[in-house]
């Protein structure tokens, strides 16, 4: 073993502010950091209640504005695993993420695929899986 662990990983986004406001307003996540380095990059990173963060990157060239929401094609990018999972989804959706895929009942849990506002899917699976607790 390692001792190594996934703590970040980097989205692309069109603009900061607006993904910010989306993570943190529509998904409920919080701002881990926004700093301003030396070099003038805005480095803004956001979470949900534990697991790893959000490296938010505002795209600059058409290159890079090309893989918003396109960075693992037309694949799951995210997975989160959410307590109290009919509410977070009923919330999700009230704020305006796009439920792709109602949810479902796998041999692995409930899950539901969502679509954030920038094109990126996401499984939301249930944090007890029935039979599992």
Same mark, same amino acid.
């Given at each position: 073993m390692s001792g190594a662990s996934l703590f970040m990983v980097s989205v692309m986004v069109p603009a900061m502010d607006a993904a910010i406001a989306h993570y943190v307003g529509d998904w409920g996540f919080v701002v881990a950091q926004d700093s301003v380095h030396d070099s003038g990059h805005r480095w803004v990173e956001v979470a949900p209640d534990g697991g790893a963060r959000l490296r938010l990157v505002e795209a600059r060239t058409d290159a890079e504005r090309a893989v918003i929401g396109q960075q693992v !094609?037309?694949?799951v990018a995210f997975f989160i695993r959410v307590a109290n999972f009919d509410s977070a989804? !009923?919330?999700?959706?009230s704020n305006g993420i796009e439920i792709a895929e109602p949810?479902?009942?796998e041999t692995y849990g409930r899950v539901a695929v969502l679509r954030d506002k920038f094109g990126n899917l996401w499984d939301a699976f249930d944090a007890e899986p029935v039979g599992q607790s």
């Open positions: !094609a037309d694949r989804i !009923a919330r999700w959706h949810p479902r009942s």
